[in-house]
Protein backbone atom coordinates (compact mmCIF):
# COMPACT_ATOMS: atom_id res chain seq x y z
CA UNK A 1 0.00 0.00 0.00
CA UNK A 2 1.68 3.21 -1.22
CA UNK A 3 1.26 6.10 1.41
CA UNK A 4 2.94 9.56 1.27
CA UNK A 5 3.76 11.44 4.24
CA UNK A 6 4.39 15.16 4.18
CA UNK A 7 6.13 17.44 6.87
CA UNK A 8 7.49 21.06 7.08
CA UNK A 9 6.75 24.16 8.58
CA UNK A 10 3.10 25.93 8.61
CA UNK A 11 4.20 29.13 8.89
CA UNK A 12 6.92 30.93 6.51
CA UNK A 13 7.48 34.66 6.28
CA UNK A 14 7.40 36.89 3.81
CA UNK A 15 9.89 36.57 1.04
CA UNK A 16 11.50 33.55 2.67
CA UNK A 17 11.78 30.29 0.78
CA UNK A 18 8.78 27.28 1.77
CA UNK A 19 10.14 23.93 2.06
CA UNK A 20 7.96 21.10 2.29
CA UNK A 21 8.68 16.93 2.22
CA UNK A 22 7.26 14.09 0.84
CA UNK A 23 8.49 10.95 2.54
CA UNK A 24 7.06 8.07 0.15
CA UNK A 25 6.33 3.99 1.24
CA UNK A 26 4.91 1.62 -0.77
CA UNK A 27 6.86 3.05 -3.80
CA UNK A 28 10.05 4.32 -4.98
CA UNK A 29 10.85 8.02 -6.03
CA UNK A 30 12.91 6.31 -8.73
CA UNK A 31 10.00 4.43 -10.22
CA UNK A 32 9.75 3.85 -14.24
CA UNK A 33 6.03 4.02 -13.87
CA UNK A 34 5.53 6.85 -11.36
CA UNK A 35 5.74 10.43 -11.69
CA UNK A 36 5.85 12.94 -8.55
CA UNK A 37 3.69 16.30 -8.10
CA UNK A 38 3.13 19.10 -5.43
CA UNK A 39 -0.52 20.61 -5.94
CA UNK A 40 -1.78 23.68 -3.34
CA UNK A 41 -5.78 24.65 -2.52
CA UNK A 42 -6.57 28.27 -1.69
CA UNK A 43 -10.40 29.25 -0.90
CA UNK A 44 -9.16 32.13 -3.97
CA UNK A 45 -7.30 30.12 -6.15
CA UNK A 46 -8.86 26.68 -6.33
CA UNK A 47 -6.65 23.47 -6.84
CA UNK A 48 -3.80 24.61 -8.67
CA UNK A 49 -1.14 22.32 -10.20
CA UNK A 50 2.50 23.14 -9.01
CA UNK A 51 5.08 20.94 -10.44
CA UNK A 52 6.18 17.30 -10.60
CA UNK A 53 9.62 15.45 -10.95
CA UNK A 54 10.09 12.00 -11.85
CA UNK A 55 12.74 9.27 -13.41
CA UNK A 56 13.40 8.09 -16.88
CA UNK A 57 16.92 6.87 -16.95
CA UNK A 58 16.82 10.68 -15.99
CA UNK A 59 15.58 13.05 -13.63
CA UNK A 60 12.92 15.49 -14.87
CA UNK A 61 11.26 18.17 -13.51
CA UNK A 62 7.97 20.15 -15.05
CA UNK A 63 6.87 23.23 -13.56
CA UNK A 64 3.07 25.21 -13.47
CA UNK A 65 3.96 28.91 -15.23
CA UNK A 66 2.60 30.63 -13.15
CA UNK A 67 5.56 29.92 -10.43
CA UNK A 68 8.10 28.45 -13.30
CA UNK A 69 10.76 31.23 -11.47
CA UNK A 70 10.74 30.57 -8.09
CA UNK A 71 9.95 26.33 -7.64
CA UNK A 72 12.15 23.65 -7.09
CA UNK A 73 11.27 20.19 -6.96
CA UNK A 74 14.18 17.99 -5.83
CA UNK A 75 13.99 13.83 -5.21
CA UNK A 76 16.17 12.70 -2.77
CA UNK A 77 16.32 8.87 -3.90
CA UNK A 78 18.40 7.44 -0.91
CA UNK A 79 15.30 8.77 1.33
CA UNK A 80 13.18 7.88 -1.01
CA UNK A 81 11.16 11.41 -0.37
CA UNK A 82 10.84 14.64 -2.91
CA UNK A 83 10.77 18.37 -2.18
CA UNK A 84 9.38 21.28 -2.69
CA UNK A 85 11.17 25.10 -2.57
CA UNK A 86 9.21 27.79 -3.48
CA UNK A 87 11.10 30.73 -3.24
CA UNK A 88 10.29 34.52 -2.72
CA UNK A 89 6.70 33.62 -0.59
CA UNK A 90 3.98 36.08 -0.42
CA UNK A 91 0.78 36.16 1.25
CA UNK A 92 -0.89 34.91 -1.84
CA UNK A 93 1.18 31.37 -1.17
CA UNK A 94 -0.69 30.66 1.67
CA UNK A 95 -2.47 27.36 0.78
CA UNK A 96 -3.04 23.72 1.84
CA UNK A 97 -0.26 22.13 0.21
CA UNK A 98 -0.56 18.41 -1.26
CA UNK A 99 2.22 15.66 -2.82
CA UNK A 100 0.52 13.39 -4.78
CA UNK A 101 1.16 10.54 -7.20
CA UNK A 102 0.30 10.45 -10.74
CA UNK A 103 -0.53 7.00 -12.38
CA UNK A 104 -0.36 5.72 -15.65
CA UNK A 105 -3.57 7.66 -16.78
CA UNK A 106 -2.59 11.07 -15.56
CA UNK A 107 -4.80 11.28 -12.78
CA UNK A 108 -3.74 11.62 -8.70
CA UNK A 109 -4.43 8.33 -7.23
CA UNK A 110 -2.60 8.85 -3.92
CA UNK A 111 -2.05 12.02 -1.81
CA UNK A 112 0.14 12.99 1.39
CA UNK A 113 -2.07 14.13 4.25
CA UNK A 114 -1.64 18.21 2.97
CA UNK A 115 0.47 20.66 5.11
CA UNK A 116 -1.43 24.08 5.64
CA UNK A 117 1.41 26.55 5.19
CA UNK A 118 0.29 30.48 6.03
CA UNK A 119 2.78 33.49 4.48
CA UNK A 120 2.54 35.79 7.11
CA UNK A 121 5.21 37.82 9.29
CA UNK B 1 -11.00 31.44 -12.87
CA UNK B 2 -10.80 27.82 -13.53
CA UNK B 3 -9.77 26.03 -16.49
CA UNK B 4 -12.29 23.62 -16.13
CA UNK B 5 -15.87 24.76 -15.43
CA UNK B 6 -18.33 23.53 -12.54
CA UNK B 7 -21.44 24.41 -11.56
CA UNK B 8 -20.62 25.33 -7.77
CA UNK B 9 -23.15 23.56 -6.15
CA UNK B 10 -25.94 20.79 -6.45
CA UNK B 11 -28.50 18.89 -4.47
CA UNK B 12 -30.79 15.97 -4.36
CA UNK B 13 -32.60 13.97 -1.80
CA UNK B 14 -31.50 10.39 -0.54
CA UNK B 15 -32.12 7.45 -3.35
CA UNK B 16 -31.84 10.51 -6.17
CA UNK B 17 -29.93 10.76 -9.13
CA UNK B 18 -27.38 13.53 -9.46
CA UNK B 19 -24.79 14.30 -12.08
CA UNK B 20 -22.09 16.91 -12.05
CA UNK B 21 -20.70 18.76 -15.29
CA UNK B 22 -17.78 19.64 -16.53
CA UNK B 23 -16.57 21.99 -19.10
CA UNK B 24 -13.48 22.35 -20.79
CA UNK B 25 -11.89 23.17 -24.50
CA UNK B 26 -9.88 22.12 -27.51
CA UNK B 27 -6.77 22.36 -25.40
CA UNK B 28 -7.58 19.74 -23.02
CA UNK B 29 -10.77 17.34 -22.72
CA UNK B 30 -11.72 18.36 -26.28
CA UNK B 31 -8.28 17.38 -27.02
CA UNK B 32 -8.75 13.77 -25.99
CA UNK B 33 -6.81 14.09 -22.62
CA UNK B 34 -8.11 11.82 -19.76
CA UNK B 35 -10.69 13.24 -16.79
CA UNK B 36 -10.58 12.38 -13.64
CA UNK B 37 -12.78 13.16 -10.33
CA UNK B 38 -12.16 13.53 -6.97
CA UNK B 39 -14.33 13.71 -4.19
CA UNK B 40 -12.98 15.71 -1.48
CA UNK B 41 -14.61 15.92 2.56
CA UNK B 42 -13.75 19.08 4.40
CA UNK B 43 -10.44 19.01 5.78
CA UNK B 44 -9.23 15.96 4.22
CA UNK B 45 -7.01 15.18 1.17
CA UNK B 46 -8.91 14.85 -2.21
CA UNK B 47 -9.95 11.38 -3.16
CA UNK B 48 -9.83 9.73 -7.03
CA UNK B 49 -12.99 8.48 -7.78
CA UNK B 50 -12.81 8.27 -11.06
CA UNK B 51 -9.74 7.62 -12.96
CA UNK B 52 -9.53 8.19 -16.87
CA UNK B 53 -13.40 9.39 -17.91
CA UNK B 54 -15.06 6.64 -16.68
CA UNK B 55 -13.15 3.90 -14.89
CA UNK B 56 -13.58 3.46 -10.77
CA UNK B 57 -10.39 2.59 -8.82
CA UNK B 58 -10.69 -0.50 -6.06
CA UNK B 59 -13.48 0.48 -3.28
CA UNK B 60 -15.57 2.84 -5.04
CA UNK B 61 -18.73 2.14 -5.25
CA UNK B 62 -20.59 1.24 -8.62
CA UNK B 63 -22.76 4.40 -7.88
CA UNK B 64 -20.72 6.61 -9.00
CA UNK B 65 -19.70 7.31 -13.00
CA UNK B 66 -18.15 9.08 -15.07
CA UNK B 67 -18.75 10.08 -19.39
CA UNK B 68 -16.83 12.21 -21.68
CA UNK B 69 -17.87 14.17 -24.53
CA UNK B 70 -16.25 16.59 -26.68
CA UNK B 71 -14.98 19.09 -24.39
CA UNK B 72 -17.17 18.18 -21.61
CA UNK B 73 -17.45 15.49 -18.86
CA UNK B 74 -20.00 14.42 -16.70
CA UNK B 75 -19.74 12.81 -13.14
CA UNK B 76 -23.27 10.76 -12.15
CA UNK B 77 -24.43 9.79 -8.67
CA UNK B 78 -26.86 7.48 -8.35
CA UNK B 79 -28.47 6.16 -5.40
CA UNK B 80 -27.61 9.07 -3.37
CA UNK B 81 -26.63 8.51 -0.17
CA UNK B 82 -26.06 11.33 3.14
CA UNK B 83 -22.14 10.62 2.71
CA UNK B 84 -21.75 11.51 -0.65
CA UNK B 85 -22.54 15.14 0.73
CA UNK B 86 -18.69 16.18 -0.32
CA UNK B 87 -16.93 18.85 -3.05
CA UNK B 88 -15.98 17.02 -6.08
CA UNK B 89 -13.27 18.03 -8.48
CA UNK B 90 -13.13 17.10 -12.14
CA UNK B 91 -9.06 17.24 -13.40
CA UNK B 92 -7.55 16.90 -16.73
CA UNK B 93 -4.25 18.20 -18.91
CA UNK B 94 -4.02 21.12 -20.82
CA UNK B 95 -1.44 21.19 -23.18
CA UNK B 96 -1.25 24.85 -23.66
CA UNK B 97 1.31 27.67 -21.99
CA UNK B 98 -1.06 28.18 -19.41
CA UNK B 99 0.04 25.15 -17.03
CA UNK B 100 -0.13 21.27 -17.27
CA UNK B 101 -2.66 19.68 -14.91
CA UNK B 102 -5.76 21.54 -14.48
CA UNK B 103 -8.74 21.56 -12.23
CA UNK B 104 -12.47 22.37 -11.96
CA UNK B 105 -13.35 25.33 -9.35
CA UNK B 106 -15.31 22.23 -7.13
CA UNK B 107 -18.94 21.33 -6.86
CA UNK B 108 -20.68 21.11 -3.55
CA UNK B 109 -23.25 18.35 -3.20
CA UNK B 110 -25.80 18.63 -0.83
CA UNK B 111 -27.58 15.92 0.18
CA UNK B 112 -31.45 17.42 1.17
Known amino acids: QVHLQQSGPGLVTPSQTLSLTCVISGDSVSSNSAKWHWIRQSPSRGLEWLGRTYYRSKWYNDYAISVKSRITINPDASKNQFSLQLNSVTPEDTAVYYCAREDSTSGFDIWGQGTMVTVSS | QSVLTQPPSVSGAPGQRVTISCTGS?????????VHWYQQVPGIAPKLLIS???NRPSGVPDRFSGSKSGTSASLAITGLQAEDEADYYC????????????FGGGTKLTVL
Open chain 2, 91 to 102: QSYDSSLSGNWV
Open chain 2, 26 to 34: NSNIGAGYN
Open chain 2, 52 to 54: ANN
